[in-house]
């Protein structure tokens, strides 16, 4: 009796361990997955509470996001838009009560980078000095984005074609230039052509 007793109790070890195995390993194991899935989906759940913190805020500042993009069409518009450019520097020099006023755009070449065309252009205007100060401040404010790249003044010629030293009459021809983000702007191009003209005014 006592001799089988160890017999005993090795059976009794083996069965145990492999109810380790079969059954309390298997368990671990999967009580492992399921903490490894329950971790997943609390990163997903903090991933999409992120997403949706900024769907929020995006959606709150759409009204000053809509504007701002207003601003930059109107800085760079998507066409050359050559008639309302005349009438923007036309109502400039309204305003600004110069004597004489002529604006040539030239041909829209597109930027290396593909991004936008620029138009170089030229203005001339005559007037007082305060005339043309003002206008050129409206030039510098104006809605239309513009870079100034080259300016000449001189004194304004008379009406018998002689030049005048008064300096109360002077004459600046500008080398401006406007932009578009149309980068295949002129003739041709898509949304279309916006052919270019010159325009004078008194």
Same mark, same amino acid.
């Given at each position: 009796m006592n001799g089988r007793a160890p017999i005993v109790a090795g059976a009794v070890l083996v069965v145990a361990l492999v109810a380790v195995f079969l059954l309390v390993l298997p368990t671990m194991s999967e009580v492992g997955e399921t903490e490894d899935?329950?971790?997943?989906?609390?990163?997903?759940?903090?991933?999409?509470? &992120?997403?949706?913190? +900024?769907?929020? =805020?995006?959606?709150?500042?759409? %009204?000053? *996001?809509?504007?701002?993009?207003?601003?930059?069409?109107?800085?760079?518009?998507?066409?050359?838009?050559?008639?309302?450019?005349?009438?923007?520097?036309?109502? &400039?020099?309204?305003? +600004?009560?110069? =004597?004489?006023?002529?604006?040539? %755009?030239? *041909?829209?070449?597109?930027?290396?980078?593909?991004?936008?065309?620029?138009?170089?252009?030229?203005?001339?205007?005559?007037?007082?000095?305060?005339?043309?100060?003002?206008?050129?401040?409206?030039?510098?404010?104006s809605k239309r984005a513009a870079k100034v790249t080259a300016l000449a003044m001189t004194p304004s010629a008379g009406g018998d074609g002689t030049t005048t030293t008064s300096t109360s009459s002077l004459q600046i021809q500008i080398t401006v230039e406007f932009y578009t983000t149309d980068s295949s702007a002129g003739p041709g191009s898509i949304p279309g052509?916006?052919?270019?003209?010159?325009?004078?005014g008194v």
């Open positions: 899935r329950l971790q997943q989906t609390q990163d997903q759940e903090i991933n999409l509470a &992120a997403q949706l913190k +900024a769907l929020d =805020d995006a959606r709150a500042a759409a %009204p000053e *996001t809509e504007l701002e993009i207003a601003a930059i069409d109107a800085l760079m518009p998507p066409t050359a838009g050559l008639p309302s450019l005349f009438r923007l520097l036309q109502g &400039a020099a309204d305003r +600004a009560a110069v =004597d004489f006023f002529s604006f040539t %755009p030239g *041909t829209p070449v597109p930027n290396p980078t593909g991004s936008y065309s620029t138009i170089e252009s030229q203005i001339t205007v005559s007037g007082g000095y305060f005339a043309i100060d003002e206008f050129l401040f409206l030039l510098e404010t052509p916006t052919e270019g003209v010159s325009t004078t």
